[in-house]
C-alpha cells in the first residue's frame, strides 16, 4: 500500500530504492543473518514460519537491585524512589516560554499531539500517513531492555507468505 502511494505521488523509486517487497524480505533477512549468523536460510524460514532465540544472558529484570534492596539502592530520583510527580517537570512548566497549546505537565497525563486525527487541521486535511509504532517500545523507552530487544527485534520483521 505505501509503495503504491509513493508511486501515485511520484517517489516509488527513492521510496522502494527498486525493490520489490519480495526483494525487500530477502534483503532485511539477508542482513539479520550477518548479525545472527544461526538464522535459517530465508527458504527454510518460510518453510518453517519462525525462528526463536533465547537471550543468553536469561530474563532481564528491570531496577532488579532497587526491587531486591531500595534502601541500598536508591534511584537516581531526588527521594532515591519511582517518582509519579515530577519536581523537574513542575519547575520546568513553571519557567518555560511554550508555544500555545503546548503543555509540559508534572504528572503523566494524556496530551494530543500535533497533527493528530484530533487537530482541527484534520478536517481540511482528511488523509493522515503515520508510521508504524513498533510493538516492544514507546519512542526510546524500553529501547534499551535486551529481553525486549532479544524477543521483539525492530531490525527485521518477516512474515512468510
Given at each position: 500500500m505505501t509503495s503504491e502511494l509513493a508511486k501515485r505521488l511520484g517517489v516509488e523509486q527513492q521510496f522502494t530504492e527498486g525493490r520489490t517487497q519480495e526483494e525487500w524480505m530477502r534483503h532485511l533477512y539477508a542482513q539479520s543473518r550477518e548479525a545472527i549468523p544461526e538464522?535459517?536460510?530465508f527458504e527454510e524460514f518460510r518453510k518453517q514460519g519462525i525462528f526463536k532465540k533465547r537471550d543468553p544472558q536469561g530474563h532481564?529484570?528491570?531496577?532488579?537491585a532497587f526491587?531486591?534492596?531500595p534502601q541500598a539502592n536508591p534511584l537516581t530520583t531526588p527521594s532515591g524512589k519511582i517518582e509519579i510527580y515530577s519536581q523537574a517537570l513542575a519547575d520546568i512548566?513553571?519557567?518555560w516560554e511554550?508555544?500555545?497549546g503546548d503543555v509540559i505537565d508534572p504528572l503523566p497525563i494524556y496530551t494530543p499531539g500535533f497533527e493528530s486525527y484530533q487537530d482541527p487541521l484534520n478536517k481540511q486535511y482528511p488523509l493522515q500517513l503515520t508510521g508504524f509504532h513498533y510493538k516492544s517500545r514507546v519512542h526510546s523507552t524500553y529501547g534499551n531492555v535486551d529481553?525486549?530487544?532479544a524477543a521483539c527485534r525492530q531490525e527485521?520483521?518477516?512474515q512468510p507468505a
Open positions: 538464522l535459517p536460510t532481564h529484570v528491570a531496577y532488579k526491587r531486591e534492596d512548566a513553571a519557567t511554550l508555544p500555545e529481553v525486549l530487544k527485521n520483521v518477516d
